[in-house]
């Protein structure tokens, strides 16, 4: 892997990404929000209550690439207008992914970080353009990607000019049909051994169950994740999309707290762990 | 022609049918201000000759009955003695934005020119005139000082406007087919670096209201306007994203003119003067304001017609106040063509 010249560790220091007043890359970052902006109850609703119990910033979908051309695609324009007036309401700064290289640029006016999906890891064309842009990129990893191939689609990002990309491990498609997809927990330290970019782990997909969420964000904590990117939604049954996997605000806030002591629990391990390297 | 294209069509010309009857009230309303009789007159000799137009297939008789409503509209209009205030540029302008701020009680009238509103308040066609004086980035608006320059009429009021600017295009519209931007040209440098971040083209159209009317109603390919959220309104239009200004801070002051001084205590006062052409003039009638501790808000320059200077002064404080009515006796003194522009109060608007 020679050829990662910007995206590779090289003993280059850990990169830090500032997302408006939030540090990606230090401590533990939780982006909270529904699947797809559908309203603007749902996403205000949605952003206050994640808000409440602790989420640092907001995701909501406008663009949806769904499996079917029937299915939901987003409410588009309307859709990163709401989600910019919930994030300026509630404070977080939003995330929201980005399609179609013609709309980098006008996402780019509503949205704080700019997502790839993961269909979308190897659009070459739309990593070029989000990297002529000055937003942190938050880059899914590929369903069917290797960490090789997803290294060199951060590098395609870097080489265009934008050092802040965010990984984003949401699963892998195996041969296990219970779960959507299998969560490659390993990716975490794996990738922290070959890049320098913070990571972050999305449970929701990874499993595609509310129910498994909970514990695959607490082993993301453990695992050494940066952060986490999890999808809450005011009301799941009525959710237009991904209703299964959507957690609801008692269950988020439930969580959240489970996960703010095991963060704190692994602050203090590596504190110990610093003060007797030193003596 | 497709079905969404009669649609659309039909759209248009139900919006044209509902501004054409706003003009019309508008211009009824000027025209009773000129004559009342004239006003009153128009009425059913209007009806006689529009009889004549009713040829195609409306019949004469609907038209007669849609003429009565218009005209007991107008007459109920007419009666409601409504005050008036102009201000420059089409409907949805700026201008027009802040007379809202001010009092959203008065009916806006649009003029062309601001020569216009000033001669046509004199006239007492209209109530009042608003008009833009400076602005903190593009600065004087040198055309509307020199016409204070020569009013006869008084400052009542005025008004701090934030100007957040909105890209608008015809409802439906896609953004991502967007191509040429129109608005005034210091709109369009105000949202520069918005435009060149979206490669959009700017075309400098007369008015920034004027380019969100000609987009509303002739709907050219990929094409926007720049211009208020009033407009937007106004027109129809859908907003694909507001306050798409470069800079956060960019105000622009009105002032309110009418034929008689405010009666009502101020909190602000503006005069204009010149001096002689002699070193420290100036010097010694800023002097006067310092020694009382009275805050200057404004200080202007603008040559006059006779070759020498006129300056601008605003300056916080009710003219009845014992150091304001002091130092406005001194300054008298020292100054030539002297003169209260006026004692009002200011607005601020978001």
């Given at each position: 892997?020679?050829?990662?010249?910007?995206?590779?560790?090289?003993?280059?220091?850990?990169?830090?990404?500032?997302?408006?007043?939030?540090?990606?890359?230090?401590?533990?970052?939780?982006?909270?929000g529904?699947?797809?902006v559908?309203?603007?109850?749902?996403?205000?609703?949605?952003?206050?209550?994640?808000?409440?119990?602790?989420?640092?910033?907001?995701?909501?979908?406008a663009?949806?690439?769904r499996?079917?051309?029937?299915?939901?695609?987003?409410?588009?324009?309307?859709?990163?207008?709401?989600?910019?007036?919930?994030?300026?309401?509630?404070?977080?700064?939003?995330?929201?992914?980005?399609?179609?290289?013609?709309?980098v640029?006008?996402?780019?006016?509503?949205?704080?970080?700019?997502?790839?999906?993961?269909?979308?890891?190897?659009?070459?064309?739309?990593?070029?353009?989000?990297?002529?842009?000055?937003?942190?990129?938050?880059?899914?990893?590929?369903?069917?990607?290797?960490l090789?191939?997803?290294?060199?689609?951060?590098?395609?990002?870097?080489?265009?000019?934008?050092?802040?990309?965010?990984l984003?491990?949401?699963?892998?498609?195996?041969?296990?049909?219970?779960?959507?997809?299998?969560?490659?927990?390993?990716?975490?330290?794996?990738?922290?051994?070959?890049?320098?970019?913070p990571?972050?782990?999305?449970?929701?997909?990874?499993?595609?169950?509310?129910?498994?969420?909970?514990?695959?964000?607490?082993?993301?904590?453990?695992?050494?994740?940066?952060?986490?990117l999890?999808?809450?939604?005011?009301?799941?049954?009525?959710?237009?999309?991904?209703?299964?996997?959507?957690?609801?605000?008692?269950?988020?806030?439930r969580?959240?707290?489970?996960l703010?002591?095991?963060?704190?629990?692994?602050?203090?391990?590596?504190?110990?762990?610093?003060?007797?390297?030193?003596? | 022609?497709?079905?969404?294209?009669?649609?659309?069509?039909?759209?248009?010309?139900?919006?044209?049918?509902?501004?054409?009857?706003?003009?019309?009230?508008?211009?009824?309303?000027?025209?009773?201000?000129?004559?009342?009789?004239?006003?009153?007159?128009?009425?059913?000799?209007?009806?006689?000759?529009?009889?004549?137009?009713?040829?195609?297939?409306?019949e004469?008789?609907?038209?007669?009955?849609?003429?009565k409503?218009?005209?007991?509209?107008?007459?109920?209009l007419?009666?409601?003695?409504?005050?008036?205030?102009?201000?420059q540029?089409?409907?949805?302008?700026?201008?027009?934005?802040?007379?809202?701020?001010?009092?959203?009680?008065?009916?806006?009238i649009?003029?062309?020119?601001?020569?216009?509103?000033?001669?046509?308040?004199?006239?007492?066609?209209?109530?009042?005139?608003?008009?833009?004086?400076?602005?903190?980035?593009?600065?004087?608006?040198?055309?509307?000082?020199?016409?204070?320059?020569?009013?006869?009429?008084?400052?009542?009021?005025?008004?701090?406007?934030?100007?957040?600017?909105?890209?608008?295009?015809?409802?439906?519209?896609?953004?991502?087919?967007?191509h040429?931007?129109?608005?005034?040209?210091?709109?369009?440098?105000q949202?520069?670096?918005?435009?060149?971040?979206?490669?959009?083209?700017?075309?400098?159209?007369?008015d920034?209201?004027?380019?969100?009317?000609?987009?509303?109603?002739?709907t050219?390919?990929?094409?926007?306007?720049?211009?208020?959220k009033?407009?937007?309104?106004?027109?129809?239009?859908?907003?694909?994203?507001?306050?798409?200004?470069?800079?956060?801070?960019?105000?622009?002051?009105?002032?309110?003119?009418?034929?008689?001084?405010?009666?009502?205590?101020g909190?602000?006062?503006?005069?204009?003067?010149?001096?002689?052409h002699?070193?420290?003039?100036?010097?010694?009638?800023?002097?006067?304001?310092?020694?009382?501790?009275?805050?200057?808000?404004?200080?202007?320059?603008?040559?006059?017609l006779?070759?020498?200077?006129?300056?601008?002064?605003?300056?916080?404080?009710?003219?009845?106040?014992?150091?304001?009515?002091?130092?406005?006796?001194?300054?008298?003194?020292?100054?030539?063509?002297?003169?209260?522009?006026?004692?009002?109060?200011?607005?601020?608007?978001?």
């Open positions: 892997m020679d050829q990662l010249k910007l995206a590779a560790r090289n003993g280059r220091d850990k990169t830090i990404i500032q997302v408006k007043h939030v540090r990606v890359g230090e401590g533990f970052v939780v982006i909270a529904p699947c797809s559908e309203s603007e109850e749902q996403i205000l609703a949605t952003a206050l209550k994640v808000k409440e119990a602790g989420a640092d910033m907001l995701r909501g979908g663009f949806k690439p499996t079917s051309p029937y299915a939901f695609q987003g409410l588009g324009l309307q859709g990163l207008k709401l989600l910019e007036k919930a994030g300026r309401i509630t404070g977080l700064p939003v995330v929201t992914e980005v399609v179609d290289p013609r709309d640029s006008w996402v780019c006016e509503f949205a704080d970080v700019l997502q790839i999906g993961t269909r979308n890891m190897q659009n070459f064309a739309l990593l070029k353009e989000v990297g002529k842009t000055d937003k942190p990129v938050l880059l899914k990893r590929g369903m069917y990607s290797s090789r191939e997803w290294l060199y689609s951060i590098e395609y990002i870097l080489n265009a000019g934008n050092p802040n990309v965010i984003c491990e949401r699963g892998i498609r195996t041969f296990e049909t219970y779960t959507r997809n299998t969560l490659d927990i390993s990716a975490v330290p794996a990738m922290k051994e070959l890049t320098h970019l990571i972050i782990i999305d449970p929701s997909h990874a499993t595609g169950r509310a129910s498994m969420v909970g514990s695959m964000s607490l082993a993301a904590v453990s695992a050494g994740a940066d952060g986490l999890v999808e809450v939604h005011y009301r799941p049954p009525q959710a237009l999309s991904d209703k299964d996997q959507q957690l609801d605000p008692q269950q988020f806030s969580m959240m707290h489970k703010r002591r095991l963060v704190h629990f692994h602050q203090q391990f590596s504190e110990e762990k610093q003060s007797q390297g030193e003596t | 022609m497709n079905l969404e294209d009669i649609r659309r069509h039909l759209l248009t010309i139900d919006y044209r049918l509902i501004k054409l009857l706003d003009e019309r009230m508008e211009l009824l309303l000027k025209l009773s201000r000129l004559d009342a009789d004239a006003a009153k007159q128009i009425l059913p000799n209007g009806l006689q000759e529009a009889r004549q137009y009713a040829q195609g297939l409306v004469a008789d609907f038209y007669r009955r849609l003429y409503e218009i005209l007991g509209e107008s007459k109920k007419l009666n409601r003695n409504l005050k008036l205030v102009a201000f540029g089409e409907h949805g302008a700026y201008s027009e934005v802040a007379a809202r701020v001010w009092d959203a009680a008065l009916v806006p649009p003029c062309t020119e601001f020569t216009e509103i000033f001669e046509e308040v004199e006239a007492g066609i209209f109530d009042y005139g608003i008009v833009p004086v400076e602005n903190n980035t593009g600065g004087q608006v040198n055309q509307v000082n020199q016409l204070v320059l020569g009013t006869s009429l008084h400052v009542v009021g005025a008004v701090e406007l934030h100007i957040h600017h909105c890209l608008l295009v015809p409802r439906g519209g896609d953004y991502r087919e967007l040429s931007v129109y608005s005034h040209t210091q709109a369009l440098e949202c520069r670096q918005f435009l060149a971040r979206n490669r959009l083209q700017p075309i400098p159209y007369y920034t209201a004027g380019a969100a009317r000609m987009i509303a109603e002739t050219p390919p990929s094409s926007a306007a720049i211009a208020s009033l407009a937007a309104e106004l027109y129809n239009l859908e907003i694909i994203k507001e306050n798409i200004e470069d800079f956060p801070h960019n105000i622009t002051r009105f002032l309110i003119f009418a034929r008689e001084p405010l009666q009502e205590r909190t602000k006062c503006s005069i204009v003067f010149s001096t002689e002699k070193a420290g003039t100036l010097f010694r009638v800023l002097e006067v304001f310092a020694r009382r501790g009275i805050n200057l808000t404004r200080i202007e320059s603008m040559p006059n006779r070759g020498s200077f006129a300056f601008f002064l605003d300056f916080e404080g009710d003219q009845q106040d014992a150091p304001v009515k002091q130092a406005l006796q001194e300054v008298q003194k020292l100054t030539t063509d002297f003169r209260m522009l006026g004692c009002y109060n200011e607005k601020r608007a978001e």
